[in-house]
Every structure is written in C-alpha cells, then in structure tokens.
C-alpha cells in the first residue's frame, strides 16, 4: 500500500507542501485547499495533518463514491459524490478536506508532490 | 419476476411533460396535482402567502387537504386527498436527517387528517424534479401506478395490472422496471403500501431508498393513521420517482458555507460520542428496549405493566450481535451520520406466503420490538423480526398492529372475546403463533384478520355492541384516543406524558412530545405550569421538523458532550441553534426561536381548528382511557401497591390501611382524572386555546392565522 508518511520532528512549517498540493489540485497557492496541513502548535513544532489512506471514510459513504485502487490509495469519484462530507466528519485524523468552493471533498492521493517539494524531508512516500 | 412483461402490460391513461424547475433557497414554489379519477394532471403555483404561513412539508399538506376536503368527508371518498411534501430544508445532504417526506390524508382511523413522516429518497427527489410537494386526488377504476421522471420532465399515471402488491416485492420489481441498470437504481425511489393495507384501516405507506450495499430496496414507513389504507382504495399501487444527479447543493442554497460547516460539525459529534451515548449508529432506536424495562416503563400485557422478566431476551444486544447487519451507512437519506436505520440480512421466514425465503428486514426499531413484542407477551426476536417484516411488506403500522393485537390478548384473556369470535385464534399473551396468523389474515382479509384490522376503536364498539362487552372497563383498557393506537410508552405515571399522548392533534403518537423522562424520572417540571409550558414547547418546537423536511431523532438523541452544563439542556439548545442556522443557510432568513415556534404554532392551531371543522377537535376528544392514566385492575394496582398506597397518603390525604384494593382504586382513579383535568385547562390556557380546546379568535389574530375560513370554524364554538 502505498501512503504518505511524516516526521513532525523535521518540519519546520515553510508550508511548502500546502503550496505544492493547492496548485497541483486546484491551481492556485492556498493552504485551505491543500490536502495536507501544517499547523504550528508551540513554538518550533508542527502538525501535520496527512492521509494514511486507512479507509474509515470507505466505510461511511453512502454511495461508494470512495474507493480504493491497485495500489492502495482511496480516490474519490466526483461524480457520484453527494457532497454529504461524511468523510470529512468521521476521519480519523481530520484528512479529508473540504473548502465551500466545492460541493465534494478532496484528499491525499499520495502523488508526492509534496515529498519533493519539502526541504527537510518531513514528508516521505512508502509503500508496504 | 418476469419485468419486461410487468411494463409491456401497463396501459398509459395519462402524460404530462413539463420543464422541471431548479429550487431556489429551499423551494420550487410548484405543486404538481394529479387526479387519478378523471387522470388530470398539472402545475399549481403555491402562492407566496401559503408559503409564508405554512413553511412547506405538513404545513403544505394541511393547507391543500384542507382546501381538498369538506366537513363530511371521509377517508374513502375521492375528494380525500393524499398530499407528500418535504420542506425547504429537506433534501441537502449536509447535515443528519434531512431527507424526510411528510404525508397527510383523511384517516380512516381518526377521520380527520393525520400526518405522518417518513425516510427515504423519494422526498428529496420529488423536490429535485421540481416539486416543492405532490397532492393525489380521486380514485382509480383499476391498479395505476404513477411515474415521474424528474430529469426528463414527464408525469405518467400508468395502469399497471401485473405487479405484486407486498412492498418488499413490488419495491424491487418498480426499482428494477425504472432503473437502466444497476447503478441507475439509487436513483429511483418507490411508494407502496402493500396487501394488509387493503384489507385493514391500519396501512401504511413504505417509502424505498435503494441500499448499494446490501444491493435490495430498503423499506421506511409513513407509519402512523392509516395512509395506505387511503392509498390502496384510491387503487394506486405504486408511485415512481427517479431523479440522477443527486449533488450537495441542489437547493441553492442561500449559505452554502453554513450549511457545510453545521453538517460537519455535527458528523464530528456523531463519529466521537455516538458510541458513548445513545448507540444510534449501531442499533438505531432499539436501544432503549432495556432501559424502557429498567424504568418500568416498557408496556407489556396491553399497557397493564411497564416491565417483564423476560425482556432480556429481546434486549438491544441480541439484535446487535445475532442479527443487525453492521458497520453499514444506514442513513434513509444522504448525510445522516445518525444513520438508525438498522437492517438484518437474509432473515429466513417461517411463516406465511414467503415462508422460506431469505428477506432483508428493516429494523427492528424500539416501537416494534415494544409493541409486537412485550405489550403482546412476545419476548423471542425472530417473532419480533418476522412480525416486522410482515407488517411492513403488507403495509400496516407496526405501532397499531402491536396495540390492538395487545389490546384483543387482554379481551381474550378475561374472556370478553372467545375462540368463536376469533375463528380458532388463540389470542392468549405471548402466543406468538396466533400473532402471525392474524398478521397473514389481515393480508388475506380473512377471519378475524379483518376485524382485528379496522383498529381498537371500532372493535371496542363492536364487541359491546355484538358481543355485550362491559362498555366502561373495555374503554378503559383499549389504549387508542381519537381513533388511534397509542405509541408503545406506557405513561400512567407520568401526568405530563399523558398530555404528551392525550392533547395531541392527530391523537396517541408520541412524535409531540415525550416528557417521561423529564417528568417522572428527573422531575424537572413539578407544577401545572411547568407541565403545560413543555406541552406548548415541545409540540411547537417538533412540529418545526414537519415543517421543514426533517427528521428529529438528530436533536435529541445526541447531545454536544457540555449540554448538560447549558441552561435547558433538554432542549439541546446547540442542536436548536444548527437549526436555526440551517434554515438560514437555505431560505436567507434568519430567525430566532421565538419565530421558529411561532412558525409551528400558526400550523399547529391550523391544525387543531381543522380537527374541530372535521368534528373531533374539542375537549372531549382530548380525553382518554385511564388504562394510559393509572391502575384499571386490581393486578395493576398489586403490581406497584407501594407507589399507589404512598400516593393515595401522600398526595391525596387517603389513608390505604385497612381499605380494599376497589376502594384504593376507585379514591387513586378520582385524584389521577382531576389532575389530567387540572393540566389539560393550564395546557389550553397556555396554548391560547378556550377551556373547550378552541383556538381563540385573538390567538389566531396574533398569530396572523385569522383566515376567514377558520374564524368561521372557531366562532361556532366559542361560546
């Protein structure tokens, strides 16, 4: 399975990131439309906000709008979603993001953009 | 099931094409009409007043009904109509509950209107397909069914002789005739009533929703006062709607980002305590079988008794572990995070036509596994089940057939009815053979099927007039007022619940208010006062949800974790507030509330003088049996001597020593009946009502309801 991981250790909250993932997913730079988050809790230190692709918000959709693909990434069908945010509420670790500009959701497909984008390397693709 | 013959032998009787509307904040502000004696159909505009007095769902419903109908309408006559509506809220997808249809129509139960709510996709669809509500009036010669495309814009009344009736059947075999192929069918939902709802003033109408997982057309049922017995004499068999292209917005909403931001916040709420509190999500409402015992107040033997040793055989968990098919998004409409609609797979019959088969039954919800259950003396789960599954394929109210099934057990126990009234049955409690033949013959319209099935209080009638049934004791223990059943709560030691059942519009359903808890148990409304304030509230503030599509179970049976430390935490005053911006986020009109009761109270009295015009809307239809108040038999009075003995010293000043049960009887009877006496004159005074249940003329003023055609009504009455 392949997924994102993190070292909230390493991140020193450049929010490159966020950057990277807005402008890939939605063209423009805007952290609230960034499938990942960064979030300064003390001083120095990061949250993380990331998708472990564990399939909760599989579990809770109504029209089997999320699935999971070959290599373990969870995709969202726009198409059949309707925009319930079910997802959004139930995730586990606050992943699935949503932004009032659209009436679907929008997650983490671990293209890794974001990985190569970080400068300290707090942001890893694996694959198990 | 042989489909494509099914459709070949369908005779079109009528078409209407038409430009589907896009709601605008909530509404399409369009009615689509359909009269199936005559086949019109066509395009109401619903005016801007109507709109602003009655909001939309059972405001719409009463509106039109009322317009329908004359003072000597009954049920069966063609004028009587059947109106489905959902409200400006209904349909968005955002937030739990908001998928809910509300059905109003003549009652052949109570003959005046009722109104019951109901899950599933077809309300959202039909707002979809540009109607803001559906009225279907007249009375077909042959079965019809009526199909609306919603995205083509065509209307087609179709007679449709091949069909099966049960909705179990009828239900997949519409969705699949409908649908183009299997992906299609989520977009497809159907209304059946099925075969008992013919034979028997009990029906109800299922709404489907079509489960993608489960892959079958899940039933939900406008359960209460008899629509699909209207339903079935008009000779609709089904109604079609099919709309594809479901998305988040489809009501243009004022606000969406309110909207989004009140549904996810409360999907959080469910996701972190639902398993903490009320189980919704894991076994919906039957989570309160065993609390219900543990309080005393579950009704078990026709309401004589509220707990029963053996209820832990039907307790929440033996549903949740053997049977309830889990870990499924049970919602009835999109974004119900509540999701209560429990399911259990390929439960094998053993009874009736379908003896055998593998079925998916919806449920069993806490009313069901109460009323055919523990009021009946049933205490096995796959009884309860099977009952379920019969009552809703056949198209009867769980609720009804529980109670009056009791209610003929206790006639037969004192041998008020015997085995040649009944043809065999043994109606003894617990008998739950005998339960599920008379189920299977009311769907054949046979026997005593037939009898038991016109309701209890037709039967109370009869068995006095036929059988020389001691007239004061039967209406002493059959538990219906206005006509019909009671819900499966058994109130007599809570005064304000009995007021919660008894100062009802549409008579006993606990949909109004239930207050036990608050009354009885928590003791947060002692006095007279406080009682008939939270029969004004709570009535006011539930009838909001009729009005606007949604459903209630998501005010109350979560609550945020610090509502306990807010000033009425029964109120939930943070979910009254989601509301109130929900409303908002789709109409653009922000009220507070004050408004929001205002707006149920202008329904609610219009309501009330409705029943009065159809001549069961004053103080003495507000009365009921004291078998819902206190003890009618020495047995009751044994079962919780202690409690009535320290009341009788306590409250009445009667001292029991030495005194026969009669005696403690009859002085406890006179105290109780004077209370509900007492609290029905401070619930009218606060509802603005005359000591007689009359809407004043200066209540309806200030309410802007001084419409000349109720003036007229109440005027009658006055003095």
Known sequence: MKRLVKDENLCIGCGKCEEVCSNAFFRESNAAKSCVRVQEIEENKHKLTICNQCGKCIEVCPVQALTRDSKGIIRLNKKDCVGCFMCVGFCPDNAMMQHDDYIEPFKCIACGLCVKSCPTGALKIVED | ?719
Not at chain 2, 233 to 247: A, D, E, P, T
Not at chain 2, 364 to 371: I, L, R, T
Not at chain 2, 690 to 717: A, F, I, S
Request: aromatic residues 10%; proline residues 4%.
């Open chain 2, 1 to 719: 099931m042989d489909i494509l013959k099914m459709k070949n032998s369908h005779k079109l009787l009528s078409e209407f094409i038409y430009e589907p509307k896009a709601l605008y904040r909530g509404y399409t502000d369009k009615t689509l009409y359909i009269n199936i004696s005559d086949n019109t159909i066509k395009e109401k505009d619903v005016p801007q007043k109507m709109k602003e007095k009655f909001i939309g769902g059972k405001g719409y419903g009463l509106r039109y009904l009322w317009d329908a109908v004359s003072p000597t309408t009954k049920w069966n006559d063609p004028e009587n109509e059947i109106v489905v509506a959902v409200g400006p809220v209904g349909g968005i997808t955002q937030y739990a509950g908001t998928g809910k249809s509300l059905i109003v129509s003549i009652s052949p139960l109570t003959d005046i209107p009722i109104d019951s709510n109901v899950g599933g996709y077809f309300g959202p669809f039909l707002k979809f397909s540009g109607w803001d509500a559906l009225e279907v009036q007249g009375k077909a010669e042959k079965d019809v069914i009526i199909v609306i495309d919603g995205n083509k814009g065509i209307v087609r009344i179709e007679e449709a002789p091949l069909e099966d009736v049960d909705a179990h059947l009828l239900g997949e075999q519409l969705t699949e005739m409908y649908a183009e192929n299997e992906a299609d069918k989520r977009n497809i939902s159907v209304i059946t009533a099925g075969t008992a709802a013919e034979n028997t003033n009990i029906g109800v109408l299922n709404f489907t929703f079509y489960d993608v997982r489960r892959k079958v057309s899940r039933l939900k049922q406008a359960g209460r006062g008899g629509i699909g017995t209207v339903f079935r004499n008009k000779r609709i068999k089904g109604i079609v709607c099919k709309f594809k292209g479901v998305k988040g917005d489809l009501n243009h909403p004022y606000d969406q980002s309110i909207i989004n931001k009140t549904g996810i916040k409360y999907h959080k709420e469910i996701a972190q305590n639902d398993h903490l509190q009320n189980n919704m999500r894991k076994i919906g409402t039957a989570n309160i079988i065993e609390i219900m015992d543990e309080y005393d107040l579950l009704p078990v033997h026709n309401f004589q008794y509220g707990k029963h040793p053996d209820t832990y055989k039907i307790k929440s968990t033996v549903f949740i572990e053997k049977y309830c098919t889990q870990n499924m998004p049970d919602g009835c409409w999109y974004g119900c995070s509540m999701s209560c609609a429990k399911a259990v797979d390929n439960f094998k019959l053993k009874t009736g036509p379908y003896k055998g088969q593998n079925v998916c039954v919806d449920g069993p919800e806490y009313e069901n596994a109460a009323g055919l259950g523990a009021n009946c003396g049933i205490f096995d789960p796959e009884v309860i089940l099977e009952l379920n599954f019969y009552c809703d394929t056949y198209g009867i109210d769980t609720i009804s057939y529980g109670t009056l099934t009791a209610f003929v057990m206790e006639c037969y126990e004192r041998g008020i009815i015997n085995k040649d009234i009944t043809e065999g049955l043994e109606l003894n409690f617990g008998n739950a053979e005998a339960s599920l033949e008379l189920i299977h013959q009311m769907s054949r319209g046979e026997g005593f099927g037939k009898i038991a099935g016109m309701g209890i209080h037709k039967m109370k009638k009869l068995f006095v007039e036929k059988y020389g049934a001691d007239k004061d004791f039967l209406y002493d223990i059959a538990c219906e007022q206005k006509g019909l059943e009671y819900s499966e709560y058994l109130c007599k030691e809570s005064l304000a619940q009995q007021g919660g059942y008894g100062l009802t519009n549409k008579g006993p359903q606990h949909d109004e208010a239930w207050l036990i808890f608050m009354d009885m148990v928590n003791n947060q409304i002692p006095t007279f006062e406080d009682k008939a304030e939270a029969l004004h509230y709570y009535p006011m503030f539930r009838t909001w949800f009729g009005l606007l599509g949604l459903c209630k179970l998501p005010w109350n049976d979560i609550t945020p974790p610090n509502n306990s430390e807010t000033d009425e935490p029964a109120k939930v005053p943070e979910h009254v507030n989601n509301y109130l911006d929900l409303y908002y986020g789709v109409t653009g009109n922000r009220i507070d509330n004050n408004e929001m009761i205002r707006q149920s109270e202008r329904v609610y009295n219009f309501q009330r003088v409705f029943n009065i015009r159809m001549g069961k809307g004053l103080r003495i239809n507000d009365a009921t049996p004291y078998r819902s108040m206190g003890p009618v038999t020495k047995e009751e009075y044994e079962s919780r001597q202690e409690r009535y003995d320290k009341q009788l010293r306590e409250l009445v000043g009667f001292n029991p020593e030495g005194k026969t049960i009669e005696e403690k009887i009859k002085t406890l009877r006179a105290y109780r009946e004077d209370q509900y006496e007492k609290l029905t004159d401070a619930v009218y005074k606060r509802r603005g009502w005359t000591m007689n249940g009359v809407p004043t003329p200066e209540k309806l003023r200030d309410l802007g309801m001084d419409l000349p055609e109720l003036l007229e009504v109440v005027e009658k009455h006055l003095n």
